[in-house]
């Protein structure tokens, strides 16, 4: 199985600013991107999908950059309750019917 | 609905011991996955049930490990004999076959198991 990377942090950020983290994939044939958080002792939960042209919730902005092989979240104007792990996840098929390979996660701190 | 259902929560065993995950999926859901997280290693597929098949179960680690799905509502993943290295959460997760928006529908997990081997 081929591996998903995510820089593991942790990173510590203020309220209020604007963090963003990478993850790149090393299977060409990818095609299903996700994030997924988990929070401290607690089960992953699913964020986000990630489309090819890029998609937006709110403050969470998602990319994905298929010639680069790396799929990006932004988050703006951060809150306490972002602070979580934020797992990048990949489907290597086109299909619905293959397991997700998630990353070891990037650990998000944000601080008063 | 009442999510994936996992138990027990914690479990402390000492090494040899036998020991038996248990987790009942979303009712409808098709797939079922077995999941180990560790902080070295991550989140690692062991195992993984469509319609109570094995599908893959490559990601097992040994032989020590097993895991069942008697019907569409219950599934046990065995370690026998457990070792201090099989200490982790284990999760248990389900999914819909049904494509929901990109990549299909999204995965479901339960609380984990926290396993801790003496």
């Known amino acids: 199985r081929k591996e998903v990377e995510q820089d593991p942090g942790p990173f510590n950020v203020p309220e209020g600013a604007t963090v963003a983290f990478n993850c790149t994939y090393s299977n060409s044939a990818s095609q299903s991107f996700f994030w997924y958080r988990q929070d401290c002792r607690k089960e992953p939960k699913l964020l986000m999908s990630v489309y090819s042209s890029g998609n937006e919730d709110g403050r969470f902005t998602a990319q994905l950059n298929r010639a680069s092989q790396y799929i990006s979240l932004l988050i703006r104007d951060s809150k306490l309750s972002d602070s979580a792990t934020y797992l990048c996840?990949?489907?290597?098929?086109?299909?619905?019917?293959?397991?997700?390979?998630f990353g070891k996660g990037t650990r998000l701190s944000v601080i008063a | 609905d009442a999510g994936v259902i996992q138990s027990p929560r914690h479990e402390v065993t000492e090494m040899g011991q036998e020991v038996t995950l248990r987790c009942k999926p979303i009712s409808g859901h098709d797939y079922l996955f077995w999941y180990r997280q560790t902080m070295m290693r991550g989140l690692e597929l062991l195992i993984y049930?469509?319609?109570?098949?094995?599908?893959?179960d490559s990601g097992m680690p040994e032989d020590r490990f097993s895991a069942k799905m008697p019907n569409a509502s219950f599934s046990t993943l065995k370690i026998q004999p457990s070792e201090p290295r099989d200490s982790a959460v284990y999760f248990c997760?389900?999914?819909?076959?049904?494509?929901?928006?990109?990549?299909?529908?999204?995965?479901?997990f339960g609380n984990g198991t926290r396993l801790t081997v003496t």
């Open positions: 997760a389900s999914r819909t076959a049904r494509v929901v928006g990109a990549g299909g529908s999204p995965l479901h």
């Open positions: 049930f469509n319609n109570n098949v094995p599908i893959d």
């Open positions: 996840v990949v489907r290597e098929f086109n299909s619905g019917n293959t397991p997700l390979v």
